[in-house]
């Protein structure tokens, strides 16, 4: 059972969104928005070593995939009149969450750079001793 089925068993999803599942599906949406957040809080920390930060990369790329499949459950099932703008901010916190998740890989992508070069031989980049 992939997520998107297990979305649908949850919210007990026969047809058409109802307002109150719609509502769960704003505020799982939020939840996730909020917690990419915090894990982007997160990857600023200087103390956070490498393997830190990939976790903090994988935990991000789950919360927008998650995210992603809120959407597309939401544009499926949005027929009503009464809920057909929750796509839209499903979206939003969509957009907000893939944009954390890109700023906390470049983080991760510096901090293995840098380590890389910390640990390489200083004539490999022909610097003087």
Same mark, same amino acid.
């Given at each position: 059972?992939?997520?998107?089925?297990?979305?649908?068993?949850?919210?007990?999803?026969?047809? &058409?969104?109802?307002?109150?599942? &719609?509502?769960?599906? /704003?505020?799982?949406? &939020?939840?996730?928005?909020?917690?990419? /957040?915090?894990?982007?809080?997160?990857?600023?920390?200087?103390?956070? +070593?490498?393997?830190?930060?990939?976790?903090?990369?994988?935990?991000?790329?789950?919360?927008?995939?998650?995210?992603?499949?809120?959407?597309?459950?939401?544009? +499926?099932?949005?027929?009503?009149?009464?809920?057909? +703008?929750?796509?839209? #901010?499903?979206? #939003?916190?969509?957009?907000?969450?893939?944009?954390?998740?890109?700023?906390?890989?470049?983080?991760?992508? #510096?901090?293995?750079?840098?380590?890389?070069?910390?640990?390489?031989?200083?004539?490999?980049?022909?610097?003087?001793?």
């Amino acid at each position: 059972m992939d997520l998107h089925d297990r979305l649908i068993e949850h919210l007990a999803l026969d047809t &058409a969104l109802t307002p109150e599942q &719609a509502a769960q599906i /704003l505020v799982g949406a &939020a939840g996730y928005a909020r917690d990419a /957040l915090r894990a982007l809080e997160e990857c600023t920390r200087p103390e956070l +070593d490498q393997a830190a930060l990939r976790d903090l990369s994988r935990r991000a790329t789950v919360i927008e995939s998650h995210l992603r499949a809120l959407h597309q459950l939401a544009e +499926d099932h949005c027929d009503d009149p009464a809920v057909c +703008d929750i796509p839209v #901010a499903v979206g #939003a916190n969509l957009e907000l969450a893939a944009k954390c998740r890109t700023l906390i890989c470049q983080r991760t992508v #510096a901090v293995d750079q840098e380590v890389m070069i910390l640990r390489a031989p200083l004539p490999q980049f022909r610097l003087p001793c």
